[in-house]
C-alpha cells in the first residue's frame, strides 16, 4: 500500500467515524445524568431527513446542520416528556423512539430520495492543506469533523471541571441525594436528554450531507446501535469514547476495503449482525448489577425518578 492509498483510507476511515463519536457523545452525557436512551438510531435517522432536506432547499449547509440538530433534540425532548415527566419505562420507550424515527423519516424522506446535495465543505488553509500528507490528514477536513474532536474535550472538561458538570454526574449517581439537596432532577434530565437528541441529531446530519451527501431511508445502517455500545465499552468517559469511535469507524472501513480485495472471507450477513449483538450484550451489561458497577456506570442509570413529598 503507498501512500497515497494509505492516506485515503485514514481519511475514509475518520469519516466513518465522525457519525459515530458526534451520537455517542450525546449518548454519553444524557446517560451520565441517569437516562437511559435507546432512540439513538432513530433520532440519527430524523436528523439527517431533517439536515437533508433544509439543505436541498435552502442551499445552506449550516442550516443544513442546525435543522440536524433541532430535529433530534424534538424527538429527545417526546423521549423526555414520555420517560421524566410520565415516567414510562426508558429501554421501551427508546425502543419505541427508534421505530417511530425510522417511519417519520421514511415519511418525510420520500419526496428527496435520489436527490443529492452539495457535500459539507472542507477546511482549506493556504499553505496547510496542501502539505504532503499531513495536509490532507490534518488540514482537510469539514467542520463537523473538527466539532466532534473540540466537543470530545469540551464534554470531559464540562463533567470533570465545572460544577455543572459535578451536578449532572451527582444527578446520575444518586438522585435522591441531589434532590434532598435542592436540585432539580428532572430538569437537569431534560437538559442532557435534549443534548443528546441535538448531537445524534447532528450524527444524522453528518451522514447525510458529507458522509453520503443524499437521503436513503435507513441510512444509519446500525450506527445508532454501536454508538449505544460505544458508551458502555468507553465506560462512560469521552476521551475512551473518541478512540472507540475511531476504532469502529476503522473495522467498518477495513472490512470492506478487504472484502473488495478479496482478503476477507466472513460472510456480509455476519458482519451486518454485529451491531445488533453488541446491543444485545450493552442490555445485558446495563442490566446486570455487579457489570454496571465494575464498568463504572452511573448507578441510577434507567431508574425513573418521582420526587418525594
Not at 472538561?157 to 449532572?168: E, M, P, Q, V, Y
Request: proline share 4%; hydrophobic share 55%; with cysteine.
Amino acid at each position: 500500500m503507498n501512500d497515497i492509498m494509505l492516506v485515503s483510507l485514514i481519511v475514509t476511515i475518520i469519516t466513518a467515524a465522525t457519525p459515530l463519536l458526534l451520537a455517542s457523545l450525546g449518548e454519553l452525557v444524557t446517560e451520565r445524568a441517569g437516562v437511559l436512551n435507546l432512540g439513538v438510531e432513530g433520532m440519527m435517522l430524523v436528523g439527517a431527513v431533517a439536515a437533508f432536506a433544509v439543505q436541498f432547499t435552502t442551499g445552506s449547509a449550516i442550516l443544513g446542520c442546525l435543522a440536524g440538530a433541532a430535529a433530534g433534540t424534538a424527538l429527545a425532548f417526546l423521549f423526555g416528556v414520555l420517560t421524566l415527566t410520565l415516567t414510562s419505562n426508558q429501554v421501551a420507550t427508546g425502543l419505541a423512539l427508534t421505530i417511530f424515527g425510522i417511519g417519520l423519516s421514511a415519511l418525510a424522506g420520500s419526496g428527496f430520495v435520489g436527490n443529492p446535495v452539495a457535500k459539507l465543505p472542507q477546511l482549506n488553509i493556504p499553505g496547510l492543506s496542501d502539505l504532503p500528507v499531513i495536509g490532507k490528514l490534518v488540514f482537510h477536513h469539514d467542520a463537523l469533523v473538527y466539532f466532534s474532536i473540540a466537543a470530545t474535550f469540551a464534554i470531559a472538561w464540562f463533567l470533570k471541571s465545572t460544577r455543572a458538570g459535578l451536578i449532572l454526574r451527582a444527578v446520575g449517581e444518586s438522585d435522591d441525594s441531589a434532590h434532598s439537596i435542592g436540585y432539580n432532577v428532572i430538569r437537569i434530565r431534560y437538559f442532557a436528554v435534549m443534548f443528546g437528541g441535538a448531537m445524534c441529531g447532528l450524527g444524522g446530519a453528518y451522514l447525510s450531507l458529507a458522509y453520503t451527501p443524499m437521503w436513503v431511508e435507513e441510512m444509519t445502517a446500525g450506527r445508532g446501535w454501536i454508538s449505544l455500545a460505544l458508551v458502555v465499552f468507553a465506560a462512560w468517559r469521552p476521551f475512551r469514547l473518541l478512540a472507540g469511535a475511531y476504532l469502529f469507524g476503522g473495522i467498518a472501513i477495513l472490512q470492506l476495503w478487504l472484502q473488495a480485495r478479496g482478503l476477507l472471507f466472513v460472510p456480509s450477513q455476519v458482519l451486518a449482525m454485529l451491531p445488533y449483538l453488541a446491543t444485545i450484550i450493552v442490555l445485558v451489561v446495563i442490566s446486570s448489577g455487579p457489570a454496571r458497577s465494575r464498568l463504572g456506570a452511573p448507578a441510577s442509570l434507567g431508574k425513573p425518578f418521582r420526587a418525594s413529598s
